[in-house]
DNA sequence: TGGGTGACTAAAGGCCATAATAGTCACTCG
DNA sequence: CGAGTGACTATTATGGCCTTTAGTCACCCA
């Protein structure tokens, strides 16, 4: 076994190539416009004007380019996050921006571009390596927040930092998840307050 | 309006008649055998030896007895949740009971009776009567659970009880609403542990 | 009069032939 | 030699037709 056995599903050719480029960008659009189904990869190889079989040279399958896109998606959430916590001076704060901007970003995804977030959420319901990686990077966040608030002496230390962290991250699951936001949307308003409240008291020292 | 607009959805006929038992035990078996899709109502009358018309004698359409099973099915949840909590002695002790029970006994429901689950999960994504209760019962119960360990000085008094209650509730929800149970399988060992952890280090006084 | 039903309808669901699509490969041409 | 493709196949969607089913109603008969 010479390749990731469940990781990236390998886009082959070139990584860096203006072609690439072209792809991602055109499923981007149409992805968006008309949805992940009723895009046919014909399409995007019209959009670009080469040839259907000329995308495969870049990519493994149709879906691989819809784990681009979701990739990209999700970053973008990613992003606001962490703009969001960069903005905020305390631990707790950060916290709490933190899951107020994980679901309002998440929620808004859903009513405006919501051909996206349906790729996002069969991606967290198939569990593509882009969707684990999201999941993944917004816990190293969490762990980064949890952290600092245990050195600056605003969070308790006794209980082992994983299992807070993992504690704190199943109450969050609901709605990073994308899969499961949507289940919970008539809550999304009004959850992440009530939530962080009771996290923040679980983290009092 | 004389009648409750989105409550019950009236069966008909006398609340209290053989038939209808015989009608409620036949589609307990038919559902739970085949499913509420494969079932039709006129397997239910013959299996009890009457007419498809007399059963809309008794309940207002096929959903009704569907929803009629569900409550039946969701009661035994929160049978087997009231029996664990009236086996401990603290509140502490309860609600850990409470939750392990909850989910246990769901995820017990999905592996050893699928049918019975899907028509759950089915109730609660629609909002059936039947399902609302059983999230009202299970809310009443740790209602209850918090407000005793308030009096025993056990938890905490300052937050108001209707937002802590709340807020459990929400961390409770993905585990406690069969729609959303059968999407967090893979944690469902681990997380009432976890999760109970963690509200009862918030609820620390 | 009230327990019980056959016959009926509109709508939903299954079925199957056909069309569309993902993905491959041998090939071209500069 | 490498960027790029047309033509091909196996699989999956689609759409129209016909069957099944939920639900009603006028009616029966003890």
Not at 9 to 33: C, T, Y
Not at 129 to 138: M, V
Not at 163 to 178: K, R, S
Request: aromatic share 10%; charged share 25%; with cysteine.
């Amino acid at each position: 076994m010479s390749q990731t056995p469940s990781s990236v599903p390998a886009s082959r050719g070139p990584a860096d190539h203006n072609v690439r480029d072209q792809i991602v960008e055109a499923a981007g659009e149409h992805f968006s416009h008309y949805g992940y189904e009723k895009t046919t990869v014909s399409d995007l190889a019209k959009a670009i004007g080469f040839s259907k079989a000329y995308i495969y040279k870049f990519f493994d399958s149709k879906q691989a380019i819809g784990e681009a896109i979701c990739a990209k998606t999700l970053s973008a959430i990613v992003a606001a996050v962490e703009e969001a916590v960069a903005g905020a001076t305390t631990p707790t704060e950060k916290f709490r921006r933190m899951f107020k901007t994980l679901v309002s970003t998440g929620v808004s995804l859903f009513f405006n571009d919501r051909k996206l977030y349906d790729i996002a959420a069969y991606s967290a319901g198939e569990g593509w390596p882009s969707a684990r990686a999201y999941c993944e990077r917004i816990r190293q966040i969490l762990t980064e927040i949890v952290r600092e608030g245990r050195e600056s002496g605003e969070f308790e230390r006794k209980t082992p930092l994983d299992e807070t962290v993992h504690a704190i991250d199943l109450v969050m699951q609901p709605y990073v998840n994308p899969l499961l936001l949507q289940y919970n949307l008539d809550v999304a308003e009004e959850a992440p307050a009530q939530l962080s409240n009771l996290v923040l008291r679980s983290l009092a020292p």
